[in-house]
């Protein structure tokens, strides 16, 4: 599932990808860089997090890239962002990431929409 805006785009996916887990969902988020702190990440998230409640979906999950050291390509905003949206960090990859010359760590974040039943 994905919702689009002209700033940005959020998706789900299946979490895992077996039938065990068919109640969560990976969400994943893109904002035009100059879209951000103006509401757009919160309304896309808010609109994909409705449908998903709808389809009987239970459990989110978020993962982000982590800096060791916040530089110019990655900061911890994100984990700001999700925070702010509810979700809490419930685990943690350590320089498990290579990009631009440099390793970046790995966080999973969780938001329970739902009662488990």
Same mark, same amino acid.
């Given at each position: 599932? =994905?919702?689009?805006?002209?700033?940005?785009?959020?998706?789900? @996916?299946?979490?895992? %990808? /077996?039938?065990? &887990? !068919?109640?969560?969902? =990976?969400?994943?988020?893109?904002?035009?860089?100059?879209?951000? @702190?103006?509401?757009? %990440? /919160?309304?896309? &998230? !808010?609109?994909?997090?409705?449908?998903?409640?709808?389809?009987?979906?239970?459990?989110?999950?978020?993962?982000? %890239?982590?800096?060791?050291? !916040?530089?110019?390509?990655?900061?911890?905003?994100?984990?700001?962002?999700?925070?702010?949206?509810?979700?809490?960090?419930?685990?943690?990859?350590?320089?498990?990431?290579?990009?631009?010359?440099?390793?970046?760590?790995?966080?999973?974040?969780?938001?329970?929409?739902?009662?488990?039943?």
């Amino acid at each position: 599932m =994905e919702v689009l805006a002209s700033k940005g785009y959020a998706y789900a @996916r299946p979490f895992v %990808g /077996r039938q065990a &887990y !068919e109640h969560s969902c =990976e969400l994943t988020i893109y904002l035009d860089h100059n879209a951000k @702190r103006q509401g757009y %990440g /919160r309304m896309l &998230y !808010e609109a994909l997090e409705g449908r998903l409640k709808q389809m009987g979906i239970l459990n989110l999950y978020a993962c982000i %890239g982590d800096p060791v050291v !916040e530089d110019e390509y990655l900061t911890r905003n994100s984990e700001q962002f999700h925070r702010h949206l509810g979700f809490t960090k419930v685990g943690e990859f350590h320089r498990c990431g290579y990009k631009f010359g440099r390793w970046y760590n790995m966080i999973w974040m969780e938001k329970i929409i739902g009662k488990h039943v």
